[in-house]
């Protein structure tokens, strides 16, 4: 089998020039398109909703739009927990809260239904990528507000030469591979 860091480097591509020129997106199609790489990093990330004996620590899986979906929900699975999605403003049928934050030009907006969690739920956030933190932060808030625990973020990839990590200072923030 292939260790972790071999199916993150092998599954993890950069598409220079996108969605402008200058950025180098990474694009993550190909370790999704991997059964066993993605078996692996659904259990990577799930791991971090679990104690140091293995036992589940979580009532609720947190995936953010849109990319976290794809990771977030396998990870609940695991986990035998919950999935809640948090959705750009506008997206979800029922009453929701809403999180503003900045954007590099402008501003976003993030919401979840007032009733996704149950007071004091254990909740793990899961995204594709930690940039600036903002979506995140918002992100956070938002559980907050629903009076849940979060237990921490865990994301497959952290972009170390931006300020993602020390917005959330104070936070438990985990990465499967940091560039």
């Not at 260790?3 to 200058?22: F, S």
């Not at 969690?117 to 956070?140: H, K, N, S, Y």
Request: charged share 25%; proline share 5%.
């Amino acid at each position: 089998m292939r260790t972790l860091e071999r199916v993150l480097a092998d599954g993890i591509r950069d598409i220079p020039d996108y969605p402008k020129p200058g950025v180098v997106f990474k694009d993550i199609t190909p370790l999704l398109a991997d059964h066993t790489g993605f078996t692996q990093v659904v259990e990577a990330l799930a791991a971090f909703g679990k104690d140091d004996d293995g036992r589940v620590v979580v009532d609720k899986v947190v995936g953010i739009e849109a990319r976290g979906f794809i990771l977030a929900a396998p990870v609940a699975l695991a986990l035998g927990a919950g999935f809640v999605p948090v959705r750009k403003k506008g997206k979800l049928p029922a009453a929701t809260y809403e999180e503003s934050y900045a954007l590099e030009y402008g501003e976003a907006t993030i919401e979840v239904h007032q009733d996704a969690f149950v007071p004091g739920d254990r909740v793990l956030v899961i995204d594709d990528v930690l940039a600036t933190g903002g979506t995140v932060e918002a992100c956070l808030r938002l559980i907050r507000r629903c009076d849940a625990k979060v237990i921490g973020t865990a994301v497959l990839l952290e972009l170390s030469f931006l300020p993602g990590r020390e917005r959330l200072q104070g936070e438990e923030v985990s990465a499967l591979v940091t560039v």
